[in-house]
């Protein structure tokens, strides 16, 4: 009897086997996120006030103020910003970059901490108020909170977005618009972007967030991992988590294996872990990489067919890295004559200075004063210009307020 038993046990326990595999090959697939991320959310804390770095006392201020004057001149009733208007036909035609007007409002609240003036954060707040709704946020198909543009979520758009938070912070002391806590809404941005990380240690840099929400995996933008790295660090300095700090030192560890490119973001995040934590070694070695490329194409970068928009991202580079090495007690000052190199080229590209010898007229200086024409053959007038040279000359009049 115990003989019968046993092979009767046997095929019920595979026939078992069988339907439980039947009805599991059967069920349909579960989709995974596609980016989970491995350290637990931290929990938004108040702001400190913000510490500033002292700028220096320069006629380089002036520059600074036209240009934001000029933004503020282009400025629409409901707070839009000109994204580009080409100074000889006055043509806009363009399909603007909510990337790139978004940074065009951090720019604005730089020139308000600058120049000490209201009228400027007055009209970053008039235009952040017109962006802000291109927040998206979805729970149920990505993390935290992206800026929708273009019919996807660029990595870049989720960072820029926090560098005018932190802009304004560090020119109002405030966090709060009107009713609306910018302060979590950076935290939410953060959190897209560290649910981007790649397993390789950088980032993903474009999702779809349509459907169930996926990541571009061929999509690569050569700036979006340097300002993911600086947008934590600003997080960092804004909440005091450790969190957001960690999180940037991981990237900026991939970073350092990957080559040298003439990266603004990457330097800007450099100069942060110069003041908020420190500056390692191969982070030193990896900076003087950046600053003798940029360096190394200084005479193509200064002929008058060149671009002044590429040119003031090179401003912003060198004079960030000049902060790192000074705030790390490194050799700095043969950066001087560089940036002060690239400095004078782009001065003779903001209108009505013009190293193209164009004939202008006093409507046109009246519309366009202040703002940065491209190149002779291309005499337009573009937001992100005028947002780099702002960041670019502010960084340096910190670092010379280090001296």
């Given at each position: 009897m115990r ?8 095929g019920?326990?595979v ?21 989970e ?12 006030a913000?510490?500033?770095?002292p700028?220096?006392?320069?006629p ?14 282009q400025?629409l ?9 080409n ?7 363009s399909t603007?970059s909510y990337i790139?007007?978004?940074g065009g409002v ?6 308000c901490?600058?120049?000490?003036d ?5 009209a970053g707040d008039?235009?952040?108020e017109q962006y ?10 990505f993390?935290g909170?992206?800026l ?11 960072a820029?977005?926090?560098d005018?938070?932190y802009?304004?912070w560090?020119?109002t002391g405030?966090?709060?618009?009107d ?5 979590a ?27 169930a929400?996926t990541?571009d995996s ?11 790295v ?7 300095e ?6 957001w700090?960690e ?6 560890n991939?970073m350092?294996?990957?080559p ?18 420190e500056?390692?070694r ?7 990489q ?13 002929n008058p ?24 007690n ?12 690239f400095?004078?080229f ?11 010898n164009f ?13 940065l ?12 210009g005028?947002q780099h ?15």
């Amino acid at each position: 009897m115990r003989n019968r038993i046993i092979p009767i046990f046997i095929g019920m326990l595979v026939l078992a086997g069988i339907t439980y595999f039947w009805i599991n090959s059967n069920k349909p697939e579960t989709q995974t996120p596609a980016v989970e991320i491995a350290s637990p959310i931290p929990v938004v804390v108040s702001v400190h006030a913000p510490e500033v770095l002292p700028l220096a006392n320069s006629p380089l201020k002036a520059s600074i103020t036209s240009a934001g004057d000029y933004l503020v001149r282009q400025q629409l009733a409901n707070g839009e910003l000109a994204y580009q208007v080409n100074i000889l036909t006055s043509d806009r035609a363009s399909t603007p970059s909510y990337i790139r007007l978004m940074g065009g409002v951090g720019a604005l609240y730089t020139v308000c901490r600058v120049a000490e003036d209201a009228v400027y954060c007055d009209a970053g707040d008039r235009a952040l108020e017109q962006y802000l709704p291109n927040l998206l946020t979805h729970p149920e198909h990505f993390k935290g909170t992206c800026l929708y543009t273009n019919g996807a979520c660029p990595l870049g758009g989720g960072a820029v977005t926090v560098d005018t938070i932190y802009k304004r912070w560090q020119a109002t002391g405030s966090v709060m618009l009107d009713d609306r806590d910018l302060l979590a809404a950076a935290a939410d941005l953060g959190y897209f972007i560290v649910s981007m990380r790649r397993p390789d240690g950088g980032f993903y840099h474009s999702f779809d967030p349509h459907f169930a929400g996926t990541v571009d995996s061929n999509y690569f933008d050569p700036t979006f991992n340097g300002e993911g790295v600086a947008a934590l660090l600003q997080l960092y300095e804004m909440t005091g988590n450790e969190f957001w700090l960690e999180q940037a030192r991981e990237v900026d560890n991939f970073m350092l294996t990957q080559p040298v490119t003439e990266d603004y973001g990457h330097s800007y995040a450099l100069a942060l872990f110069a003041r908020l934590d420190e500056l390692s070694r191969k982070d030193q070695d990896y900076g003087k990489q950046i600053a003798d490329l940029i360096i190394a194409g200084q005479i193509r970068s200064l002929n008058p067919a060149n671009s002044s928009i590429s040119t003031t991202t090179k401003i912003e580079a060198l004079s960030a890295l000049a902060q790192a090495f000074a705030l790390s007690n490194a050799d700095h000052e043969w950066l001087d004559h560089e940036i002060n190199a690239f400095i004078t080229f782009v001065r003779a590209r903001q209108f009505p200075a013009n190293d193209c010898n164009f004939e202008i007229t006093k409507d046109m200086i009246e519309s366009y004063k202040g703002g940065l024409f491209n190149t002779c053959e291309d005499p337009a007038i573009r937001v992100d210009g005028v947002q780099h040279w702002v960041n670019g000359l502010t960084m340096y009049l910190e670092y010379q307020g280090m001296k």
